[in-house]
């Protein structure tokens, strides 16, 4: 499959928890990205984080990458009900423009 | 525009007609995207447009799939002979460079049902 892999597939939590996500990929990359999708419709781009970097934070977002293991994680502290949604990792490869997504992360945050 | 614009936002089809469905980047943006995404599925990388570059079509599922972009903005995703497994939601995205701006904007989507 051309798509990377994440998991879980689903994670359900109550609010004020962390949520751990977890995206694996096939090819050397110059940037691993995180989106957002609300409702089956478009995404929207949370977080990138280039293939010298091994962590990155934006406001509750954390991102690491482990090129070796070629895998990246994102966490979500403090978790809102507003996050509930599906989470998607997609890779740029060194040798293309093209970016692959993975199968995505559904989260339910329970008020 | 102000963002991604994609039309139709759905269309219903029969089986075996052909359909279009049209993405207007943003403007400035030289990359183009379009994706397909199943219910409850990932995307899935049909075709890649860059500047004046020859497109990536390696996502492309068969020839009944084709994708252009005139003047290096508005694009138009055509299906010939729809069958009923094309049924998705189909998303395009852009971006302003490989170099610099890597991060994809995306549409709404255009959900096709083919019935």
């Known amino acids: 499959s051309q798509q990377g892999e994440e998991d879980p597939q689903a994670l359900s939590i109550q609010e004020g928890e962390n949520a751990t996500m977890n995206c694996s990929y096939k090819?050397?990359?110059?940037?691993l990205q995180w989106y957002r999708q609300n409702s089956g419709r478009g995404l929207v781009h949370l977080i990138l984080?280039?293939?010298?970097?091994r962590e990155k934070h934006s406001g509750r977002l954390r991102v690491t990458l482990d090129t070796s293991k070629k895998s990246s994680s994102l966490l979500i502290t403090a978790s809102r009900a507003a996050d509930t949604a599906s989470y998607f990792c997609?890779?740029?490869?060194?040798?293309?423009?093209?970016?692959?997504f993975g199968q995505g992360t559904t989260l339910q945050v329970k008020p | 525009g102000a963002g991604v614009s994609q039309s139709p936002s759905n269309k219903v089809t029969e089986k075996g007609k052909d359909v279009e469905l049209r993405c207007d980047p943003i403007?400035?943006?030289?990359?183009l995207y379009w994706y397909r995404q199943s219910l409850g599925q990932g995307l899935e990388f049909l075709i890649y447009?860059?500047?004046?570059?020859?497109?990536?079509k390696s996502g492309l599922p068969s020839d009944r799939f084709s994708a252009e972009r005139t003047g290096g903005s508005v694009s138009t995703l055509t299906i010939q002979r729809t069958q009923q497994e094309d049924s998705a939601v189909y998303l395009c995205?852009?971006?302003?460079?490989?170099?610099?701006?890597?991060?994809?904007?995306f549409g709404s989507g255009t959900q096709l049902s083919v019935l």
């Open positions: 997609a890779s740029r490869a060194s040798n293309t423009g093209k970016l692959i």
């Open positions: 090819t050397s990359i110059n940037n």
């Open positions: 984080i280039r293939s010298n970097e």
């Open positions: 403007s400035g943006h030289t990359a």
């Open positions: 447009f860059q500047g004046n570059s020859a497109p990536d």
């Open positions: 995205a852009s971006s302003l460079s490989q170099g610099g701006g890597e991060k994809l904007f």
